[in-house]
């Protein structure tokens, strides 16, 4: 052992000689481009492959400057970030948002976001690089071009981040549209960085912690054809990605038209994206317009509240075709119990 060690040490140093008498005789003819080194997504066991950005590969230096833009108000003019609307306590979401359409939409939580290649409750964005464009609008960060680039070039540490993550060696060179992009490329970046897989479920997966046997009979029920959850929250993200009317409107206008108001099929009519339920003690109120407080009033709802219409995903009937769970008390308690399960506090130091 001790031998192949002593070896390979003298062939590096040979190597390391001749790659250093080659430089010193013919320097490069030109400066490599200023690309940064590739920033190290480390995948959880278990989990799938992520969806990675061609356009976009992550480095160390945009991840960086993707997090400290995503926390700072100098993007806006209204004292607004990204993280006050996504604040970390609430695993990156906030409970709810009022918007000028109307529309009243609990804030998505970011999380695993690097699993997903459809986005938004109601599936209305698929490309994650470029999804942050829309917060520059007035109703969001309201911001103006003068404004970002006199604050971002004034800034101590931004132009050197700028530099080093994307070579811009001017901000102000750079057209508006150009500027916002290489924002939103940096902050969704950081985004696919945001992974969670240190619950105590995964502690008890991997046989670090136990579960009570509370959360053993939530578990059980979650799991299996009685509570029917893993169908459109299972896997390791706790989510099947698909779209799914799980029954919370019998009337559909607005918003709760769901994905139907990107597809514009009357089959869509209703079916949001299936959210992760990693982290979700952390997101209340439930549901995409924050419409249960309480984890407990959503396993209530499953157990005796959903609504029968025409896009109701079939997985809602299977026992005998009647559409309400039936459980007991202390299996809601313990179904809730599980859940709180899915909690990762490590995740949100992020
Ligand atoms: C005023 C509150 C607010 C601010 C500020 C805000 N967001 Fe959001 N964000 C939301 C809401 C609400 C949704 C859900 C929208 C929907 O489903 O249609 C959302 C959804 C998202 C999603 C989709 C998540 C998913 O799982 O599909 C991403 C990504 C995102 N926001 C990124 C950002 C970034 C990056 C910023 C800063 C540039 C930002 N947001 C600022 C409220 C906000
Ligand atoms: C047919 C697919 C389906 C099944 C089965 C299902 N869900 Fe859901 N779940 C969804 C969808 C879709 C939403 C989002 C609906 C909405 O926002 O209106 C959701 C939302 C939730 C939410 C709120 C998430 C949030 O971020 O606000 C929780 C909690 C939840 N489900 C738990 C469960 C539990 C527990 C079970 C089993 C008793 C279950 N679900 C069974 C599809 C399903």
């Known amino acids: 052992m001790q031998k192949i060690f002593l070896k390979l040490a003298v062939i590096s140093g040979f190597a390391f000689l001749l790659a250093f008498s080659n430089c010193k005789k013919t320097p490069p003819a030109e400066q490599p481009p200023a690309v940064d080194k590739p920033y190290n997504l ?8 992520p969806y ?9 230096k945009g991840v960086q400057l993707g997090r ?3 926390n700072d108000p100098i993007l806006s003019t209204n004292g607004t970030s990204c993280s006050s609307c996504h604040r970390s306590q609430n695993s990156f979401s906030k409970p709810i948002q009022k918007f000028n359409n ?36 007035p109703e969001i960060f309201n911001s103006n071009e003068a404004d970002m680039k006199a604050k971002l070039s ?13 070579g811009i060696d001017n901000l102000n060179a750079l057209s508006y ?14 985004l696919r960085t945001m992974i969670s897989a240190n619950s105590k479920y995964d502690r008890y997966l991997a046989k670090k912690e136990d579960l009570t046997p509370m959360e053993k009979m939530g578990m059980q029920l979650f799991f299996t054809e009685k509570g029917d959850c893993f169908h459109c929250h299972g896997g390791p993200l706790f989510t ?19 994905y139907n108001l990107t597809t514009k099929q009357a089959t869509d009519i209703g079916k949001f994206h299936s959210p992760t339920l990693r982290n979700i003690e952390l997101t209340a109120p439930y549901m995409h317009d924050g419409r249960f407080a309480t984890l407990e009033d959503v396993v209530e709802f499953y157990n005796s509240g959903v609504n029968n219409t025409k896009t109701l995903d079939a997985i809602m009937f299977k026992r005998k075709n009647v559409n309400a769970l039936n459980l007991s008390d202390i299996e809601k308690t313990a179904l809730v119990h599980f859940l709180k399960t899915l909690t990762d506090t490590s995740f949100l130091k992020m």
């Open 102 to 137: 109307g529309y009243t939409i609990s804030v998505m939580p970011h999380i695993n976001l690097a699993f997903k290649n459809i986005y938004n409750w109601e599936g209305s964005a698929p490309d994650l690089d470029l999804l942050p464009l829309g917060d520059f609008e």
């Open 240 to 258: 099947d990605n698909g779209f799914h009317n799980n029954g919370v409107d019998s009337v559909f206008t607005g918003f709760n038209l769901g």
């Open 68 to 70: 400290m833009l995503y």
């Open 52 to 60: 990675l950005s061609d356009k976009n590969p992550l480095t160390e």
């Open 42 to 49: 480390v995948i959880p066991a278990g989990f799938p492959k």
């Open 177 to 190: 549209m150009d500027l916002k992009i290489k924002i939103s490329y940096a902050i969704t970046q950081y």
């Open 154 to 166: 004034a800034h101590p540490i931004y132009p050197s981040l700028f530099k080093a993550a994307f």
